[in-house]
């Protein structure tokens, strides 16, 4: 892999991974548009790690405060109402789906789920589904308004991900917003419990690539790689985070459903595979 390759590969997953457009999705169509050779699962899963480090440093105070009052919260029963220490209970509840599916559907998500055909009619059905609930949803819940019954359907939203092309980013934000969050509260959620899917996603995928003797890319590209993931992902937070303050979702949409459209007719005519 050369250096401007796996620039792009950084860049492309720093910038998919938060914005609600599909990382999966698109590290397929970068190698599948340029004629380049899929990097592989170790890669993947380390470039990752660049992205989870960015959604950490931005949310530092707030993960420190979660991390201490949920513990403190074990011994200290007069904690266990605090915001911060339920904040903990719910990003473990939300992560649970997508490692049981994960675990379940393993198989099909790394080969038949990896079809172009299934990325870009995925990209257009989810593009739309996550414009009608940003049209039609009411939008009046603050962040501390989160439940259990939040994170138990933003956690199985989550797991639709798994299919390369829905995005994680936005099927946890359509049902946060389909719960009644504002955009803004719908996407810090999101992002908060994008951690700890990020780093299992990453690490199964070191543990698996390691154990059958790694991939063929050299630690430059993947050193280069990570560090562009990172310094992107950490701009698409803040930029997404900005935009859904004042914006609707309906450029997102605009971008999936065209996106769809362009890759099922290159699929079809064989330009692409």
Partial sequence: MTWYEAIVYGVVQGLTEFLPISSSGHLLLVPAFFGWEDPGALFTAVVQLGTMLAVVL??????????????????????????????GWYLVIGTIPIVVFGFIFKDQVETAARSLYIVGTALIVFGIILGLIDWLSRKTRPVTSVG?????????????????GVSRSGATISAGLLLGLTREAAARFSFLLSIPAIVLSGLYGLYGELGSGGGGVGL???????????????????FLLRWLARHSLYIFVVYRVALGVIVLALASGGAIS
């Fill in 148 to 164: 259990r019954n939040d994170a138990i359907v933003m956690g199985f939203a989550q797991a639709l991900a798994l299919i390369p």
């Fill in 220 to 238: 430059g590209s993947i050193i280069i790689a990570t560090i562009a993931a990172f310094i992107v992902g950490y701009a698409s937070i803040a």
């Fill in 58 to 87: 931005y949310f530092w105070r707030d993960l420190v405060a979660v991390a201490t009052t949920w513990v403190r919260s074990w011994t200290n029963p007069a904690l266990r109402s605090d915001l911060n220490a339920r904040m």
